[in-house]
């Protein structure tokens, strides 16, 4: 698959400065790319690790 082609999102506390994030949907999981860097790294993760991060994020439990 091309995640290029994915829907992506950018993050609603991205502002306008360079602190982009973007996440596109996919099956079974989610991908997580900087967006002033769109073709480069991209991080996959499950549909469980996607929520365990939310969870933690959510939770303040990420510093």
Known sequence: MDLRMLTW??????????NC???AGLRGGRVVRDGK?????????????WQEFIGGVKG???R
């Open 9 to 18: 999102h950018k993050s609603s506390h991205s502002g306008t400065d360079d």
């Open 37 to 49: 860097n769109p073709s480069g790294p991209m991080l996959r993760c499950s549909e469980n690790e």
């Open 60 to 62: 303040d439990r990420l």
């Open 21 to 23: 994030v973007e996440v």
